[in-house]
């Protein structure tokens, strides 16, 4: 068939895009939006006494770390990337990182295959970043006293808080919590449940977050919650000593930035794969006129996940900790290089997979293992001034491993999944894992969050990012994409069913609510449709000439909160 007759046709005949049943908030002075309402909320106090976005974020994120405790975290990490109105960047990578003791082959048994033990149990867990991370962002770019942004999280979690129906359902779902004593005993009322209302409190996170509050991160990497933290380890198997945390340092890094038409993007570098994909991605459709028949169009979407296709591929074999490997950038992000990946794209027709090969020579291959949890969380802060900051941050799977820690009150990351855990054999994912990647004392794993901040003449456009494992590139690139290209608010932006296509397994996974019709057109071109739930959990903050607009998911519990 012609397709392109078909996608006129199909324009002609749905008219608009589908719009979100709810308005973008709107503020004139700053804004917060993060997914729960209760942190968001903290955030906003904070600017509203004066704070500045980095205030706001450093006490966002350990809010979340009392009221979203499958996500936020302070036994977990992530990454922290500012923009500062004067121009001024930056970027803190608190990924957690692999133990001393840590093997390259420590998650392989006896009959010489990979074992669950990087999920579950104490040795799944690396070297906790994100207090460290909160921490010196803080000191570098923050204006309140230390203890003013903690004292709200130490309320809520030595008072408690009403426990919200998704928060709710969601500790009744997890079934591993209930593995764990003390995760039992804190988040599940010792089997008994939490029902929408009731109140939460969790009174040894209180004195933890009381010793950071009082000595800053010593208060968490040495002393007693160091102590108590490895001698935990060492009952249990586990791997963390006192050293491992004492020895911990935030990275500051140059973020990675690129341009895509007229706008200039600030993103994650190394040892996030999310920022390259986006500019990869963005790269490849320059110049394509993509974006004519409108967002979800099959045009839009076919462009689209062809870009996607290729950078999975990319992916697969050349990202890493750039600490322990030489990711070539350079040579991924070249324009020639991007331009002979555009032109391998059949304007009409899906590329099979398995002719879609990593495009840089041979002797760069290095096959990262992709698999990532979807459990992570985002924010975004911009304040009054134009500052503006994007955090991700995460425990890897929901609620980490499980396994909250006696007496201390938070729970642990398993984030050592995130490795390679068999180099050169197929998880269970059916994805190829190898040296890049591999186990190292000291290494970070790969990470898929994206957040990203995009400006244009010098002026803040838009902070944005999301949660969803190996989906996060996608889902924020595609949201970004709704702003530039597509001219969505920020609601709409956000709720503007997505798609998403990582090269192997071949399939185009469809967001539910996406339009049947270029669905159908799809199939004829080629494509493998998968329907999915969720293409990554995208939160986004725009500034549309001096007002700003806060998107956040409507089918799920966030909040943009403003003033």
Sequence with gaps: MNIRAAVCALCLATGALPGSAK??????????????PLAADVGLAVLKNGGNAIDAAVAVGFALAVTHPSAGNIGGGGFLLVRLA??????????????????RDMYIGPDGKATEDSIYGWRSSGVPGSVAGFDLAAKKFGSRPWRQLLEPAIQLARDGFPVSKTLA?????????ATDPESKRIFLHNGSYFHPGDTLKQPELAATLERIARDRSNGFYEGETARRLAEAMKAHGGLITENDLKNYRVKERAPLTGTYEGYDILTAPPPSAGGVGLLQIVGILAGTHYQTDGPDSPKAVHWEAEAMRRFYADRSEYLGDPDYYNVPLKMLLD??????????????????SDLVEPGLPKAMAAHIDIRESTETTHFNVVDQQGN?????????????????????????????????????????????????????????????????????????????GAPGGSRITTGVTEVMLNVL?????????????????????????????????????????????????????V????????????????????KAAGY
């Design 86 to 103: 004067n121009g001024q960047t930056a970027f803190f990578d608190f990924r957690e990182e692999a133990p001393a003791k840590a093997t």
């Design 388 to 464: 503006a900051v994007a955090v991700t941050y995460t425990l890897n799977n929901s609620y980490g491993n499980g396994i909250t820690v006696p007496g201390l009150g938070f729970l642990l990351n398993d984030e050592m999944d995130d490795f390679s855990a068999q180099p050169g054999v197929p998880n269970m994912f059916g994805m190829v894992g190898g040296d890049a990647n591999a186990i190292e004392p000291g290494k970070r794993p790969l990470s898929s969050m994206t957040p990203t901040i995009v400006t244009k003449d010098g002026k803040l456009v838009m902070a944005v």
């Design 539 to 558: 939160e986004l903050i725009v500034d549309n000439n001096g007002t700003l607009e806060g998107g956040t998911e409507s089918r799920l519990n966030g």
């Design 485 to 537: 290209d597509f001219h969505l608010n920020a609601q709409d932006a956000v709720d503007l069913p997505r798609f998403h296509n990582q090269w192997k397994p071949d399939y185009l996974n469809l967001q539910r609510g996406f339009n049947p019709q270029s669905a159908k057109i799809l199939e004829q071109m080629g494509y493998r449709i998968q329907p999915t739930g969720g293409v990554a959990r």
């Design 335 to 352: 324009p020639g290089y991007l331009a002979r990946r555009r032109a391998s794209i059949d304007p009409d027709h899906a590329t099979p």
């Design 169 to 177: 359902e969601s500790l009744q779902e997890e079934k591993h919590l």
């Design 23 to 36: 308005e973008p908030v709107r503020a004139q002075h700053g804004m917060v939006v993060a997914q729960e």
